[in-house]
């Protein structure tokens, strides 16, 4: 299936603080949700919206030769593992990426996630494209990014996924001022990073899925500070709104925040009980758990 958007970027420079010691020396996208690593979900959702170029922005460190490792399994070690049986040689290949398909471009500085984004200039070129953050794990059908690219075929511009959070929560996110609604879709009037919730134009919040116009990358290439003093992709997107369309959108199906401790587990544990070899286990040890 060849969709309107062909490449995505997956911004994985992050030191994963959150997680520490467990990412001392693991990638928090490597991270597993039962099985698999939080990247292989973010990467399953690109392909099923026929998104056939992966770009991984990485950081300077051993993290990013593990994600590589990861990405590009050496042969020898995938013949080794896919020939003990049947069953993990479909596990193995479902990680499995075609030759090319996975390109890298470091990220030297964490100045934040719009430069993360702009590094990936000269890889995404003229086109617009995906941006998926693995951290927040999507379990949609169709996939999240899919349920993007669908709205960007009719409108064009820039798109957004879209969540209500807790008035409280407001200054973790993108908060967008919402217009028109048409069904799950809604105008984007303005967009504010990380708003202390009395100054939050909504509580309707950006999740980490974006579809963008190339203009993107001339407004990141000012490399205007914003929040946190980093280069904020929110603040780019919205200098874009009034120039191209802007619309953000309720996807359905549910979202996981694996960048907290409290979401990761919670993201364990729906997978887990959605995963019928293990369900029922799963459901008595929690009762036991619960019993303790
Ligand atoms: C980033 C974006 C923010 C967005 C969030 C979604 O923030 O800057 O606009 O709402 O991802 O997860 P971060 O989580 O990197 O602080």
Redesign the pocket.
Known sequence: MAGAIRKAVFPVAGLGTRFLPATRALPKELLPIIDRPLIDYAIAEARAAGIETMIFVTGLDSNASQLRSHLNLPADRMAALAGKSAELGRAMAAADLPPGAAQFVTQEEPLG?GHAVWCARELVGDEPFAVL?P??LMDCDPSAIAQLVAVFEETGGGVVAVEDVPKEDTQ???VIDPGAVEGRRVEVRGLV??PRPEDAPSTL????RYVLPPEIFDELARFERGAGGEI???DAMAKLIGVTPFHGLRTVGRRF?C?SKAGFIAAQIGFALKDTEIRDDVLRQMETELRV
Do not use: C
């Open positions: 996630l953050l951290d927040d973790r996110y993108g990073e990380k919040s950006v999740i980490g904020q992709l929110t925040d960048g």
